[in-house]
């Protein structure tokens, strides 16, 4: 099995890099993107909030 890995680990490696980036060029790679920058923000949003940035809660 470490045999198998070591051997084919990098090409696995690979395929999953080159499938990010396949799926970053397509639409669906916009959708993921703005999800993903969506989330931060209202996790920075709320971690400010928290610490006494802004006293106004929103749902």
Known sequence: MKTFLEEYGVVVVAAIIIM??????????????DGIVSAVSRLTTALNNSNGGNTSVTP
């Open 20 to 33: 990010i980036i396949v799926v970053a060029a397509t639409p669906l790679g916009t959708s993921i993107r």
